[in-house]
C-alpha cells in the first residue's frame, strides 16, 4: 500500500461506500441481528428501587437544625458505604431465608445517593420482580437498623440520626435488562462501522482497476474511451450488430473523435491497439475502432497482428488462412491479400497461418515496409497487436506505428500490471496515445455514462442517421438494416479493394 492509497478525501470515501453498499447494508443486518438475538437471549432483569431520609434528632431550633443538616449530608456518603456491608446484608439474608451470601447479595445491590441531599436510594436486580422488591424492603430496612446500632452513644440513650423509608420498593412490571432498543441501536452501529470499515479495507487491499479515480492513480495518459459493459457484447461484439444509438455504439463513436483530438499533428496514422493481459477486450476494440473510423467515411485496413491468438477474423468472418504472415514471408503481395468487410471503406489484413516466430517477424523490415505501404494508401491503419506482459511482440511492434493504445479492463487488469504495461512501452519509446477502460459498469460509482438521444422510431426523411448492420446466420450475405423495403442485396453497391491504390514499397 502506497502513500498515495491513504490520501483519500471525501469523494473517494463515497465511492468506496457506493461500491460496497451490500457489504456495509449486510453488516448493520447483522450487527441489528445480534442485537436482537442478544436481547431474546439475555436472561431478563428486573430493579426494584427504594428510598430513605437521614434525619438528625434535635430539639428543633435553627441553629440545631442547620448543624444537624450540615452532619446528615457528611454522615450519609458513610452509610451508602454500608448499604453492601455484612452487618447490612447478612440480617436481609437472614430474614428472606435466602441461600446466597452477602458478597453474592452486594453483586445485587447497589446505594447511591446525590450530593448536598439527605436521600438514599437503593436499587435491587434479580430476575424475580417480587425478590427484587422483598430484598429492597429487607435491606432497607436492616440498613436503618444498622445505623440506630451504629450511632447510638456507648454511654446509652437512642441514636442521634434516623433513617425513614419514604419510597417503599414495589415490584417492576417490566425488566430493567436487557434494553432491546438499545440493543438494536448498538448493533446497527457496530454493525455500519464494521462495515465501513471492511469496505475501506478492502479498498486498500484490493489494486483493480474499477475506473477513471483508480486509473488516475496509476498513470495521467488520457482516458480516450470508456466500453460499457454489455451482456450481449459476447454474442454480438461488433460495433455494427448493436443499436445505432445504444451506449456501446456511442462509446466507440466517442473513442473516434478522442483519438482525432488525441492524434491533432496527424502523426499517429497507424494506431496499434494492446492490452497488458489476455481476455481485456483489445481486439473487439481495435475491430470497433476500425468500423467507427470506416462509418465516419474514412479507408481504413484493420490489420491483425497478434499472430498468437488471433480473433479478428472470427468476429468479422474471414478467411485466415492468408493474411499478414503470408505477406512478410513473401508468398503473396499485400494488395492480394486485403479482405473488404462491410459496406464501407473497411479492408482487413488477417493474421494468416501462425508462425513459430511471431516477435521476429513483427520486429523485421518487411514489418516495417508493409506498414508504410499501408500509410500510403489508407488514411488509418489499425493493428491489433498481443498483449504487452506475456510477450514482446507488441512492445517491438510499437516502434513502427505512430500511436498506441492501450486497452485496460475493469475488474480485471491491477494496477501494476498496467503500470508495467505503460512502462514497456515507455522503455522503447513508444508513442501513448492513451488508455481505453473496458467493461465499466453502466451504473454505479464507477460508470462512465455518455449523453445519447435514444430514438427508436423511425426517422424522419432526410435525416441523417448511422445505419446499423447485423450478421445474419449466414456469413455470406448482409442486410442492411435501413427501415427501407426497396434495399435489397442486389441493389447495395459491392466493396472492392482498390489494388491501384496499394503501392508497392
Known amino acids: ?228 459493459f454489455d451482456q450481449d457484447a459476447t454474442k454480438k461484439p461488433l460495433l455494427t450488430q448493436a443499436p445505432a444509438q445504444s451506449p456501446r455504439a456511442e462509446s466507440f463513436r466517442q473513442l473516434r473523435t478522442n483519438l482525432q483530438f488525441a492524434n491533432v499533428a496527424g502523426h499517429a496514422q497507424t494506431i496499434l491497439v494492446t492490452s497488458s493481459l489476455p481476455g481485456e477486450g483489445k481486439s473487439t476494440t481495435a475491430t470497433n475502432l476500425a468500423i467507427a473510423l470506416a462509418q465516419a467515411g474514412q479507408t481504413v485496413c484493420l490489420v491483425d497482428a497478434d499472430l498468437r491468438r488471433p480473433m479478428v477474423d472470427e468476429y468479422l468472418g474471414l478467411d485466415r488462412n492468408a493474411g499478414l504472415t503470408t505477406a512478410l514471408v513473401g508468398d503473396a503481395d499485400v494488395a492480394d491479400l486485403m479482405q473488404p468487410w462491410g459496406e464501407d471503406n473497411l479492408f482487413v489484413l488477417t493474421s494468416g497461418r501462425i508462425p513459430p516466430n511471431p516477435s521476429e517477424l513483427l520486429g523485421s523490415g518487411e514489418m516495417q515496409n508493409l506498414i508504410s505501404r499501408l500509410e500510403q494508401s489508407f488514411d488509418s491503419v489499425i493493428i491489433d497487436a498481443p498483449p504487452l506482459l506475456p510477450v514482446t511482440d507488441a512492445a517491438v511492434l510499437s516502434q513502427h506505428v505512430g500511436g498506441v493504445v492501450v486497452v485496460a479492463s475493469v475488474q480485471k487488469i491491477r494496477q501494476h500490471d498496467l503500470e508495467k504495461s505503460l512502462a514497456a512501452l515507455r522503455l522503447v519509446d513508444a508513442k501513448i496515445l492513451g488508455v481505453v477502460l473496458n467493461r465499466l459498469p453502466a451504473k454505479g460509482p464507477d460508470s462512465y455514462a455518455y449523453g445519447y438521444y435514444a430514438d427508436t422510431e423511425r426517422p424522419k426523411q432526410g435525416s441523417f442517421r448511422v445505419e446499423s448492420r447485423e450478421r445474419p446466420e449466414s456469413l455470406n450475405q448482409w442486410v442492411l438494416d435501413s427501415g427501407d423495403p426497396d434495399v435489397t442485396e442486389e441493389s447495395r453497391p459491392a466493396s472492392h479493394f482498390p489494388s491501384d491504390r496499394l503501392r508497392r514499397g
Request: net charge neutral.
Open 1 to 228: 500500500m502506497t502513500q498515495g492509497d491513504l490520501n483519500l478525501d471525501l469523494r473517494d470515501y463515497l465511492r468506496i461506500a457506493r461500491r460496497s453498499w451490500i457489504l456495509i447494508i449486510a453488516s448493520a443486518l447483522v450487527g441489528i441481528l445480534v442485537g436482537g438475538a442478544a436481547s431474546v437471549l439475555i436472561r431478563p432483569t428486573y430493579t426494584a428501587k427504594t428510598q430513605l431520609f437521614v434525619a438528625i434528632q434535635s430539639s428543633g431550633s435553627i441553629q440545631e437544625l442547620q448543624q444537624g443538616n450540615t452532619f446528615s449530608q457528611a454522615r450519609v456518603q458513610s452509610y451508602v458505604k454500608t448499604v453492601d456491608s455484612p452487618i447490612v446484608l447478612q440480617p436481609a439474608i437472614d430474614a428472606l431465608g435466602l441461600t446466597i451470601s452477602p458478597e453474592e447479595l452486594a453483586n445485587q445491590v447497589q446505594a447511591k445517593t446525590d450530593l448536598n441531599t439527605v436521600l438514599i436510594d437503593i436499587d435491587v436486580s434479580d430476575s424475580s420482580p417480587v425478590q427484587a422488591a422483598a430484598i429492597a424492603q429487607a435491606v432497607a430496612k436492616s440498613l436503618i437498623s444498622a445505623v440506630d446500632s451504629l450511632e447510638r452513644p456507648k454511654t446509652g440513650g437512642s441514636s442521634p440520626v434516623s433513617l425513614s423509608i419514604i419510597s417503599p420498593a414495589t415490584a417492576p412490571t417490566a425488566p430493567s435488562a436487557p434494553n432491546t432498543r438499545l440493543n438494536l441501536v448498538l448493533g446497527l452501529l457496530i454493525g455500519l462501522a464494521a462495515g465501513i470499515g471492511s469496505a475501506i479495507l478492502r479498498a486498500h487491499l484490493d489494486n483493480r482497476i474499477r475506473g477513471e479515480a483508480d486509473l488516475r492513480r496509476v498513470t495521467e495518459a488520457s482516458l480516450l474511451g470508456a466500453i460499457s
